[in-house]
């Protein structure tokens, strides 16, 4: 069963208020967000953010990153694997904006005639340019981890994806302990769930136009046959496409897709990681 294909289901969503506390760093290679435990706490793991279409710089993703680093004690890592060519923040807060921000009638419209502009950006980034760039990136601190002395922290390697990011999440399992994937686009299935050999975490909801319920079973089924592996598919009643990150934290509703599914993610690594 092939992927659904994007819609503006990719574009929607609010930005989060917030300060985000964690540092830009180069690591192998690419300007990366580092969010560290607090305190000088030891480190329990480390988990790699591959973020959607709106990049590293995000905020939403930035404050989901010291979020982990402090309920986990995670060193959290989330590089640009996009070059510098993200979506544009200003696409967002038109489906779910925070209050006192609705936009107008024509900012709607305008945002309408971007979709074509995230189709090319879908092409531009399509696998044969990014697998390379994540693999890399995956292997590279996977041998760092290995040749860094125990006294350090725990040396064991978790994956978060979101949307674009959630299928790459899944395809770095030889890389990683355990993965944790929220609404991903384009997944093949079931196909690249049939390959995943670490414990897995997915986090849907069962109003989402890119990864449909009738696909969401498809992957239920397959992890069920999978005797040994620990796995989960959570659920979100009501939640969209990109709820998990860019849900509007001013609706309640969407407050708790964000909150649970935030836990979801910490609770797992604490599970896998540490």
Known sequence: MGPELPSSCCMRGSIHPGDPTGTEQTIHGLPTYVA???????????????????GWDFINLRLLADSYAKRGNFRVLMPDV???????????????????????????????????????????????VSLPILTNFFKSLREELASTPTSSGNHKLGVIGFCWGGRYAILMDQYVDAIYSAHPS????????????????????????ILPM?????????????????????????????????????????????????????????????
Do not use: C
């Not at 060519?85 to 609705?102: C, H, I, T, Y």
């Open 36 to 54: 560290e435990p607090e305190n000088g706490a030891q480190i329990k793991g480390t988990i790699v953010i591959i973020p959607d279409v709106f």
């Open 82 to 128: 996009h070059f510098g060519d993200s979506l544009a923040k200003v696409n967002l807060d038109v489906a779910f904006p925070l209050k006192g921000s609705e936009p107008s009638w024509y900012i709607r419209l305008w945002n309408l005639l971007l979709f074509p502009k995230l189709l090319m950006w879908f092409w531009y980034h399509r696998e044969i």
């Open 186 to 209: 384009l997944l093949k299935i079931p196909d690249e769930v049939e390959a995943v050999t670490k414990p897995i975490s997915f986090a849907v909801g069962d109003k989402d136009a």
């Open 214 to 274: 009738k696909k969401v079973e498809i992957i239920k089924g397959v992890l069920k046959k999978k005797e040994g592996l620990d796995s989960e598919v959570v659920v979100y009643e009501d939640m969209e496409h990109s709820f998990a990150v860019r849900g509007n934290p001013a609706i309640e509703a969407a407050k708790k897709g964000l909150e649970g599914s935030e836990t979801q993610a910490v609770e797992w690594f604490i599970k896998h990681l540490t």
